[in-house]
């Protein structure tokens, strides 16, 4: 009997490993208020997260094509004041 009252005195996810991980998968579909999101309601959220991601990855790209180009026009602006250095001068 002393043994029951010691394991139940356990935090759940000492007692049943399994069990804090079917919470987190419940914590995953909810909306952060304690509510369990319905089927639509998930697939809102997805199509909404799927195109903030797509927003980002295009913001990513058009950035780091202004990088390319700003870098390359440094090099060629580079390349032309070098050219343009007297040959005695250092």
Excluded at 13 to 19: G, K, Q, V, Y
Excluded at 47 to 62: F, N, S
Aim: charged letters at 45%; hydrophobic letters at 30%.
């Amino acid at each position: 009997m002393a043994m029951r009252s010691a394991l139940t005195s356990l935090p759940a996810r000492i007692r049943d490993p399994s069990a804090s991980a079917a919470a987190a998968g419940r914590r995953l579909l909810s909306d952060g208020k304690g509510r369990v999101l319905n089927e639509e309601e998930r697939a809102k959220e997805t199509v909404y997260i799927q195109k903030m991601e797509r927003e980002r990855i295009e913001k990513q790209r058009i950035a780091r094509e202004r990088y390319d180009k700003e870098k390359a026009d440094a090099d060629k602006n580079k390349a032309a004041e070098s050219d343009k250095k007297p040959e005695g001068s250092n």
